[in-house]
């Protein structure tokens, strides 16, 4: 059984920044591609960001420049760094992994518990 843990979510300021980030802990597993996902009150889930084992990254258009995605491999982390947050980035983040179960090779999709992010003067 793997699980995700989140950490670093709370309120700030427009223009402020936050650093999110994830750990993934359990045996049996190797992590293919991490990511953020958030959603905010009355919308669809959406992604934020996304990188893969080998590093490429992704991201949503709205966070393009200002939002850094990076991944610590030895630790099974994933980080979100959010710079120049505004209004609009308010909502529940979700840290997501693409886990494969060494022992099976069955390819499995966790999900963390959620941290709110509120970005308010």
């Known amino acids: 059984q793997v699980q995700l843990v989140e950490s670093g979510g709370g309120l700030v300021q427009p223009g402020g920044s936050l650093r999110l980030s994830c750990a993934a802990s359990?045996?049996?597993?190797?992590?293919?591609?991490m990511g953020w996902y958030r959603q905010a009150p009355g919308k669809q889930r959406e992604l934020v960001a996304r990188?893969?084992?080998?590093?490429?990254?992704i991201y949503a258009g709205s966070v393009k420049g200002r939002f850094t995605i990076s991944r610590d491999t030895a630790k099974n982390t994933v980080y979100l760094q959010m710079n120049s947050l505004k209004p609009e980035d308010t909502a529940v983040y979700y840290c997501?992994?693409?886990?494969?179960?060494?022992?099976?090779?069955?390819?499995?999709?966790?999900w963390g518990q959620g941290t709110q992010v509120t970005v308010s003067s």
């Open positions: 359990g045996s049996d597993f190797r992590i293919a591609t």
């Open positions: 990188i893969t084992s080998g590093g490429t990254t």
């Open positions: 997501n992994a693409q886990i494969v179960v060494v022992s099976t090779g069955r390819l499995d999709d966790y």
